[in-house]
């Protein structure tokens, strides 16, 4: 066990560097440049404006700073926004984006789980059929479609919630439910793929010769196994969520962590785009490891293996 946490966190923080490595490229190779916003501004300032900031410096040299700064969790403050360090912005604009992606993946799983396994029981019946309906409909329906209905709906309309903003202790209602429902049509097509074809297994056929239940061959034998299709997809998935979703963010003008990630590129903001970036690369490693464990822990087959 010890041999395959290490193996997974030395490539973890391959990965994080690579992402590092590869963000600095193209915010370079972009066209452009950092002071293309600023207007009228005199050459000797922006001299000296380039000086302050290192961007005077060799690609290495700046590149191996905001490594060392990442490492050392030492971040210079954003040029786009004087006083403020990256530090401070994402911990400002990340609770957000968590609160939101948080309630939104729990909405997806109560949803999406209850549907695939109804679905995969009922297999080739009109529950079957009707459970994949709105699951084909919650993939297929863009969430710049869906959140502006469901903010017409339920914020103009019943104004049991608001439209937009981030002021009341429910406003993470309506982006949640957006995400949720969303999300939930990835989530109930994998539980009824992986439920169905756990089911069509010999020891399953082995219980039902013995006298067991179809409820307690579903949830005491099958569903432990079915459940690894959508472990998978949930380690990326809650990364993303919990990074803002950009189009959701927008909808509902929330001031989560989504908003600075396009702006920081967008700007060619070096010092708040490479955190940005490394932090979401960090998520994904952390919930990717989070799921190598259950599925080791799930799956004996599986075991852990490095």
């Not at 912005?89 to 909405?107: E, G, Y």
């Not at 339920?154 to 981030?166: H, Q, Y």
């Not at 299709?229 to 969520?241: D, E, I, M, R, S």
């Amino acid at each position: 066990m010890l041999r395959f946490i290490l193996s997974r966190l030395v490539q973890g923080l391959l990965v994080i560097l690579a992402v590092l490595c590869i963000t600095f490229v193209l915010l370079k190779t972009a066209p452009g440049s950092p002071l293309q916003s600023e207007k009228n501004i005199p050459e000797h300032i922006q001299k000296e404006w380039v000086k302050s900031y290192g961007l005077d410096q060799p690609g290495y040299v700046q590149l191996w700073r905001h490594i060392v700064n990442f490492a050392t969790f030492t971040f210079p403050p954003s040029p786009k926004k004087p006083g403020r360090g990256s530090d401070e912005i994402i911990a400002q604009a990340f609770p957000v984006s968590a609160t939101v992606a948080v309630a939104a993946l729990l909405i997806a799983l109560g949803l999406g789980i209850p549907i695939g396994a109804l679905a995969a029981v009922r297999a080739n019946t009109f529950e079957d059929r009707g459970a994949m309906l709105f699951a084909t409909l919650g993939i297929c329906t863009p969430s710049m479609v869906l959140g502006p209905v469901i903010a017409l709906v339920f914020g103009l309309k019943l104004r049991w919630f608001n439209a937009a903003g981030w002021f009341d202790a429910d406003d993470w209602v309506l982006p949640a439910v957006t995400l949720g429902i969303i999300y939930s049509g990835y989530i109930s097509r994998l539980t009824r793929a992986g439920l169905r074809e756990t089911l069509a297994q010999d020891f399953i056929r082995t219980a039902r010769a013995k006298g067991a239940s179809e409820a307690a061959i579903v949830f005491r034998h099958a569903f432990k196994l079915a459940c690894l299709p959508v472990l998978n997809y949930l380690g990326p998935t809650a990364a993303g969520l919990m990074t803002g979703s950009i189009v959701i963010e927008t909808v509902f003008q929330l001031p989560g962590l989504g908003q600075h990630f396009v702006g920081a590129a967008v700007n060619r903001d070096y010092d708040l785009a490479m955190p940005t970036a490394a932090f979401y690369a960090v998520l994904i490693v952390g919930f990717n490891f989070v799921v190598d464990v259950l599925q080791a822990l799930l799956n004996p087959r599986i075991g852990f293996k490095s």
